[in-house]
């Protein structure tokens, strides 16, 4: 197995996890490590997970945050916004984690306590490649994340849920969508990221009348539907309509 860590700089007891979301125009996306597996077996598949890990002795945890995401997925330059920290006893409790653990940290029985980050990219920007221990680093739509290791299930719905109650604060949109976008892709990431189906009508006569968005001259180009309008943000706002 790769040489991961210089171990003997690590706090055994303390980690960070990153929640990454991303935004394509049509789904919401989060990214996420395929970790090496533990053994060498070719039945052995790496577990996915949110991009962590432990934390260095002498490490901010703003510092670490950043760090551990370049080391794995090679981001950076990302605002990374601590949410919520992780300590229930039982959280590394898993068999599989349990060997991944054993395979990869000196400590492998250390309780580990992590501080979770978000953050908010539009994902045309981003392209990850993986390295360090993620043997893959790649975005997956919201709705089809399986079972991820460790409690990074838990991790990721709590950013979620910080997510559609802080959405009209952000505003997320401001990082999610591209420079110049539709109402349509507005209200699509919207829906999404509040897991309901808005009224048209009410979403574009509350967000126009917001004035956090402009329209523009320029609309869509060869499209088999009537040409939308495109719009962009005006951030001198920095409040949207709450749609909750």
């Given amino acids: 197995m790769a040489d991961f860590q210089t171990i003997s700089k690590l706090n055994p007891h303390v980690s960070v996890d990153c929640v990454i979301f991303g935004f394509d125009n049509n789904d919401l996306k989060v990214?996420?490590?395929?970790?090496?597996?533990?053994t060498n077996s070719v039945s052995d598949r790496g577990s996915m997970a949110?991009?962590?890990?432990?934390?260095?002795?002498?490490e901010?945890?703003?510092d670490a945050a950043k760090r551990v995401l370049k080391e794995l997925t090679n981001l950076s330059d990302l605002y990374l916004e601590q949410f919520a920290t992780f300590g229930n006893p039982n959280r590394l409790s898993k068999p599989e984690d349990r060997r991944w653990l054993e395979a990869t940290r000196e400590?492998?029985?250390a309780r580990v306590i992590t501080v979770a980050y978000y953050s908010l990219v539009r994902l045309e920007r981003y392209s990850p490649t993986p390295s360090g221990f993620a043997k893959n680093a790649t975005w997956v739509n919201i709705n089809?994340?399986?079972n991820l290791a460790f409690d990074h299930n838990i991790i990721l719905e709590k950013a979620l849920s910080i997510l559609?109650?802080?959405?009209?604060k952000i505003p997320a949109g401001f990082e999610l969508m591209p420079e110049k976008f539709t109402l349509s892709h507005l209200q699509r990431l919207y829906e999404i990221i509040l897991?309901?189906?808005?009224?048209k009508r009410n979403f574009r006569r509350k967000i126009i009348k917001s004035g956090i968005i402009k329209p523009l001259k320029e609309k869509q180009e060869g499209v088999n539907h009537k040409p939308a309008r495109f719009f962009r943000f005006n951030k001198k706002y920095q409040e949207a309509p709450d749609f909750i």
Avoid: A, M, R, W
């Avoid at 990214?31 to 533990?38: D, H, K, N, R």
């Avoid at 949110?50 to 002498?58: A, F, Q, T």
């Avoid at 897991?195 to 009224?199: H, K």
């Fill in 50 to 58: 949110l991009p962590g890990n432990l934390i260095k002795e002498d």
């Fill in 31 to 38: 990214l996420l490590i395929e970790q090496f597996p533990s």
């Fill in 164 to 168: 559609k109650k802080d959405l009209h």
């Fill in 60 to 62: 901010d945890l703003d």
């Fill in 195 to 199: 897991n309901t189906e808005l009224d």
């Fill in 144 to 146: 089809e994340v399986g």
């Fill in 107 to 109: 400590i492998p029985e």
